[in-house]
């Protein structure tokens, strides 16, 4: 099955600087990316997802890239703030019914500092 | 705003006891997925569903089973809790092609 890695599993950063997130997956039928937020005491919530046909994805200060050749895909938060601190979590799936189910990273804990 | 919703927050049970956990969406969706939490384990599956009366084992399903009589409910069943099941449980809905909602989560303790 699809075996999905982030590392580090910590990063601190100093606020206003960009902060990346990466994640490596296996199987090279997966063809969704999302990645999640998770702050403490609260459920995870999707921030922003890639498909495999689209090698890159803005939204405001967040983007993810994909690379397919090389199975990994990154998260970039730019101009970081404190409540940016969080858990981030990516997964990866590969399609449709019984295939739709994703499958986790460890999640990376994110503390920007002050 | 798609709503999951988990019925306890917080649920303290008995070695040897049969526990149900419920979960309810509101917005048809067809998928609906139970997750535990662990520090340190991230988000691993235990069961999901991707239409009524139909289920599939996740990556850790022992000790464990599932409901899912109606299109909006899918029930987490501990047939005999023990102690290692003492943990965040999460349950997750979503359409085809879309990422999930999850809901607020129950935190078991099985003493």
């Known amino acids: 099955g699809e075996n999905v890695e982030q590392h580090p599993s910590t990063l601190s950063v100093q606020e206003g600087d960009s902060a990346v997130i990466k994640c490596t997956y296996s199987d090279s039928a997966s063809n969704y990316f999302p990645w999640y937020k998770q702050e403490l005491g609260k459920r995870p919530q999707l921030i922003i997802d890639?498909?495999?046909?689209?090698g890159e994805k803005k939204d405001q200060r967040i983007a993810v890239t994909l690379n397919k050749t090389a199975k990994h895909f990154s998260l970039h938060i730019t101009e970081t703030q404190p409540e940016d601190s969080a858990v981030y979590f990516c997964?990866?799936?590969?399609?449709?019914?019984?295939?739709?189910?994703?499958?986790f990273g460890k999640g990376i804990t994110l503390s920007v500092r002050p | 705003d798609v709503k999951v919703t988990q019925s306890s927050r917080y649920l303290v049970k008995r070695t040897g006891e049969k526990v149900f956990l419920e979960c309810v969406q509101d917005m048809d969706h067809e998928n609906m997925f139970w997750y535990r939490q662990d520090p340190g384990l991230g988000l691993r599956l235990i069961y999901f569903s991707y239409d009524v009366k139909m289920k599939e084992k996740g990556d850790i399903p022992e000790g464990y089973s599932v409901s899912r009589e109606k299109k909006e409910r899918f029930s987490l069943i501990l047939e005999s809790a023990s102690t290692n099941q003492t943990s965040m449980y999460l349950c997750?809905?979503?359409?085809?092609?879309?990422?999930?909602?999850f809901g607020s989560g129950t935190r078991l303790t099985v003493v």
């Open positions: 997750a809905s979503h359409l085809q092609g879309r990422g999930y909602t």
């Open positions: 997964a990866a799936s590969k399609g449709a019914g019984a295939n739709s189910k994703l499958t």
């Open positions: 890639i498909r495999s046909n689209v």
